[in-house]
């Protein structure tokens, strides 16, 4: 530990396709960085969550994972039914976590335990979870419970333990209060921003021999504001992105009036040219008897030609020659 020097990553979170780190959405979205680098520094063999939502937290564990290769266990343990802080909610939510971990880390050893935290505690042994995240009901009595409940399943010599909201003092959130309890007797650091992340190392005897180099090594992430703005930098960004996606879509909008517009100039020219159509139709027809009246015509002429050359017409033409001497 005295040699350890915690190192920045500036990742590519896959998920946010999906999930983007709002803070309005996931207040756990400005903690995703950190836990990146916490997976990158630590290369724990198992993550276990209790209360994993849409999977903002889990996804940024399994970014770092996925992104160093590494053979680590993710544990997703949650009804997906909600409770009375984050609300209840359908299938949408369970739905959406699916999708997710399919599409971006269906290589990555996702683990679903579909239970209550009670439930899923005899599937792990003692002394086998390297980093526990605890982010399920709120209260202080349930928080506790949590907390000593899966406290002996931790690894006693490395493993670290993240509650969230520990900052939060509206309405019955009572994690504050257990955090305050467990920093006078664990090594912790507080994360203040978006609610209160508490990061708390369970290794007394490490605490005492190398206090000082654990406290440099945690004071580089409690004092830095690269997480600060990591985050700030991706909402600006992700503000760009929606500003141009108004402005897209607002060409969008404006294409498809002009769309309409020429769709309806199109019909109008369509209605015109059925009405030229039945026009030229209605000449065509003119045409048509006119030829056969003149091919009628011709014909008479024809015949009056054949006459003419006949002997009555000869008769007829002597006879009225007579009767012009006379």
């Known amino acids: 530990m005295k040699d350890k020097i915690w190192e920045y990553h500036n990742p590519t979170f896959e998920f946010t396709k999906e999930l983007p780190l709002s803070i309005e959405i996931s207040p756990w979205g400005g903690h995703s960085f950190f836990a990146y680098d916490l997976v990158a520094n630590m290369k724990p063999k198992r993550i276990v969550e209790l209360g994993t939502f849409k999977g903002n937290s889990l996804f940024a564990f399994t970014q770092a994972v996925k992104d160093f290769r590494l053979e680590t266990e993710l544990h997703a343990i949650d009804t997906w039914e ?13 739905d959406l976590f699916k999708k997710i971990k399919n599409k971006y880390y269906n290589k990555q050893n996702i683990i679903e335990h579909k239970k209550f935290f009670d439930e899923a505690i005899d599937d792990f042994k003692d002394n086998s979870i390297d980093i526990l995240h605890i982010d399920g009901l709120h209260t202080y009595d349930a928080v506790k419970h949590d907390f000593e409940t899966w406290l002996p399943k931790l690894n006693k010599d490395t493993g670290i333990i993240l509650l ?107 209605e ?50 007579l009767r012009k001497k006379n």
């Open 82 to 94: 909600g409770d009375e802080h984050a609300g209840f909610y359908d299938n949408k939510v369970y």
């Open 164 to 270: 969230h909201d520990v900052c939060e003092k509206r309405d019955d959130f009572g994690v504050y209060k257990l955090w305050d309890e467990l920093k006078n007797k664990y090594f912790t650091i507080t994360i203040s921003e978006y609610h209160g992340l508490g990061v708390l190392s369970i290794n007394k005897d490490l605490i005492k021999e190398e206090k000082s180099s654990l406290e440099n090594y945690y004071n580089s992430i409690e004092k830095n504001v690269l997480y600060k703005n990591q985050i700030k930098n991706y909402l600006k960004n992700l503000e760009l992105k929606e500003k141009d996606n108004i402005l897209l879509n607002k060409r969008i909008q404006e294409k498809e009036e002009d769309n309409i517009l020429l769709n309806k100039r199109i019909k109008k020219e369509e």
């Open 272 to 321: 015109n040219n059925i009405l030229l159509n039945k026009r030229i139709q209605e000449i065509e027809r003119e045409m048509h008897k006119k030829t056969q009246k003149i091919n009628e015509l011709d014909t008479e002429l024809e015949e009056f030609r054949s006459f003419k050359q006949g002997k009555i017409w000869v008769f007829l033409e002597k006879y009225r020659s």
